[in-house]
């Protein structure tokens, strides 16, 4: 058995595990099936687009003579070659002995443009307070994003790495002042989450001796999130790996009589309840090894069990989302260093295959 016959089998195998659940929601939320949904391309051309966090040892390598394209011009002159229309910012640095000084925004714009690309979304700096520098701080960060033509400025940690409904209310007041800011630019604020934003809040029960709740309700604390953050604005990227990382660490909770009770995540189901709420989305890959505390092991795009097909062809609003590729361990270091990029064209070519 080939490879590609054997992640295929395991996929079918893990979408009994993993797909029912989602599979019911979905179709009693009327999004249909995949055959529902038409043959058309699931991410249109102008919507296939890459964080550069997926290739950041490119980005950031100073000038060398491997072949290996480095810097921003290089680098997005090679990932439009490929075909990715558009881009997602970790950073807006590069090595200074490219040009002899950093680059500037304007600079990097200058790139997009020649390249046919559109920047459109950033893990840039949300501020952890609200305060007349805090706010100076982040109008500057939306000047950045102006300056390179984006439509959603974002992060990539959660709005708290707390456990307790207190601190996500507090986190929702934030992000909801923000939010407005960027709108007011015409910009979605957007918060991207790993597997932690899913567990279960503590928000009943006994307390404990800070007066904490110790018990969960069984809402997760990036559903309360969606309902305590205005729509208007507040937006998601939901990376797909660590949603499934998620169903596979928590799906069980201690109810606030003490009584364990199971709940199975489900990302697909998560996103095609509100899913215009998720603009973006990271189009991560994963093997699945449940020996693995993740259960998931990442890899490029179409080479693990993660079925993307099903997802984008069932989460609703086609055309509409914007996902962008990224493994974290794409680069190969100073034994491998067209890696990342290799990868690139592998990831890319898996994403514009998928139909419905």
Do not use: C
Not at 90 to 98: D, E, K, L, M, P
Not at 111 to 129: Q, R
Not at 159 to 186: C, H, I, Q, V
Not at 331 to 345: I, K, M, Q, V, W
């Amino acid at each position: 058995m080939s490879d590609s016959q054997h992640g295929m089998s395991r996929r079918r195998i893990l979408g009994t595990f993993a797909g029912v659940a989602g599979a019911a929601a979905v179709g009693a939320a009327g999004i249909g099936s995949p055959a529902a949904a038409g043959n058309g391309l699931l991410v249109p051309k102008p919507k296939r687009g890459i964080i550069l966090y997926s290739v950041r040892d490119r980005i950031s390598a100073a000038p060398d003579t491997s072949g290996v394209p480095y810097g921003f011009e290089r680098v997005l002159g090679r990932l439009a070659e490929i075909g990715y229309r558009e881009i997602e910012f970790a950073g807006y640095t590069q090595n200074t002995g490219i040009l002899g000084r950093q680059i500037t925004p304007e600079e990097i714009r200058k790139v997009l443009d020649d390249n046919g690309l559109k920047a459109n979304g950033s893990h840039a700096s949300i501020p952890s307070t609200v305060t007349p520098d805090t706010i100076a701080a982040f109008e500057r960060t939306l000047d950045t994003a102006e300056i390179l033509g984006m439509r959603h400025i974002g992060t990539g940690s959660d709005p708290t790495n707390s456990n307790y409904k207190a601190d996500w209310d507090l986190a929702a007041d934030r992000w909801n002042f923000f939010g407005e800011m960027a709108a007011a630019r015409d910009l979605k604020l957007y918060t991207h989450n790993h597997d932690a934003a899913y567990n279960f809040l503590l928000d009943s029960g006994p307390l404990d001796g800070l007066g904490r709740p110790t018990r969960s309700s069984g809402v997760r604390k990036l559903e309360y999130f969606f309902g305590v953050t205005d729509p208007k604005y507040v937006w998601f990227e939901m990376d797909i790996y660590w949603a499934h990382v998620a169903q596979h660490r928590f799906h069980t909770y201690t109810d606030a009589d003490g009584q364990v009770q199971t709940n199975v995540f489900d990302p697909l189901a998560t996103v095609a309840a509100r899913t215009k709420r998720f603009p973006l989305f990271h189009a991560k890959d994963g093997r699945y090894n449940p020996a693995l505390t993740n259960g998931y092991e990442m890899t490029p795009l179409g080479d693990g069990d993660i079925d993307y097909g099903n997802f984008f062809a069932n989460m609703g609003a086609k055309g509409y989302h914007n996902p962008m590729w990224e493994q974290d361990t794409a680069p190969g270091g100073t034994a491998d260093p067209g890696r990342s990029l290799r990868f690139a064209e592998q990831s890319y070519l898996h994403m514009s295959s998928l139909r419905g």
